[in-house]
């Protein structure tokens, strides 16, 4: 439930569609088993009475927010394999994000493990935002800037970004600065562990370069310890709202 009205508010904060989307799995539904993955429940719902009522459930916040915010929500369920039905639909619907939530329990080194999220994390073509139990999006901090976004007035959000200067932080930082455009956010260019190096300082010089342009403010917050570490001292210090990482995670 958390997942659904964080998610609805990151899409609002994006003036963006949202797509609910819900999997139904044949493992934890034999009901669904006769069925071929990828079949729409909308199909067979009369069928399946029972799931259909569990499916109505799962989506009755989705059905809630449609009547207090100004966004469009949709909502679908389809067969198959969670993470294949994620995957194809986020192919087929061409989103732009997919917001999913986590059980979060794993050590911090395999928080994903054994996950629809982490499957989906690690094939995805596009951004994932990974809400983890009681996520809440910030909107405290004394010292935060005051902005309208989305036709309300709300805290500036802070963005913390994790470069290592390695293969593909250019494209990350850039990636950073569209999702800050869009979210009128402040970034926070972090490189955690020994000090940073020359590829890593260029990337921050050139962000905060193109930052000006936009008037995004970049805050340089580096820190000499483990970068989960790192990342979460530094997120519960300034207010942070997101963290975008790289990863080179990928299943064959």
């Known amino acids: 439930y958390n997942s659904i009205m964080q998610g609805v508010r990151f899409a609002a ?21 006769a069925h071929a993955h990828g079949t729409p429940f909308a199909q067979i719902r009369d069928s399946h009475p029972q799931l259909a009522k569990a499916i109505e459930e799962y989506f009755l916040p989705f059905r809630q927010l449609t009547r207090t915010t100004r966004i469009a929500i ?58 983890p139990p009681n996520t809440q999006i910030q909107t405290e901090g004394a010292d935060k800037e005051v902005v309208e976004i989305a036709g ?19 494209d990350l930082a850039s990636e950073a600065m569209r999702f800050a455009r869009v979210l009128q956010a402040e970034l926070y260019f972090m490189h955690a562990g020994a ?31 483990d970068p989960v570490d790192a990342a979460i001292e530094i997120a519960d210090k300034e207010y942070i709202d997101f963290f975008i990482f790289g990863t080179r995670l990928r299943l064959k």
């Not at 139904?24 to 034999?30: C, G």
């Not at 192919?91 to 982490?118: W, Y």
Request: charged share 20%; proline share 6%.
């Open 13 to 33: 904060m994006l003036r963006a569609e949202v797509i609910g989307l819900h999997a139904v799995d044949p493992k934890k539904h034999p009901e669904a088993r």
């Open 195 to 225: 000090q940073a190096n020359p590829e890593a300082r260029q990337i921050l010089e050139a962000l905060t370069t193109v930052a000006s342009q936009y008037w995004i403010k970049v805050k340089d917050v580096s820190i000499s310890k």
């Open 152 to 170: 309300e007035v709300t805290t500036r959000p802070r963005i913390l970004v994790g470069v290592d200067g390695g293969p593909g932080s250019a």
């Open 74 to 131: 949709q909502t679908t369920a389809t067969i198959g394999d969670p993470v294949e039905v994620i995957l194809q639909a986020a192919d087929v619907l061409a989103v732009d994000a997919i917001v999913m939530g986590t059980q979060g329990e794993a050590p911090k080194a395999e928080l994903f493990a054994g996950s629809v999220a982490r499957g989906v994390f690690s094939r995805s073509k596009v951004p994932v935002l990974v809400l």
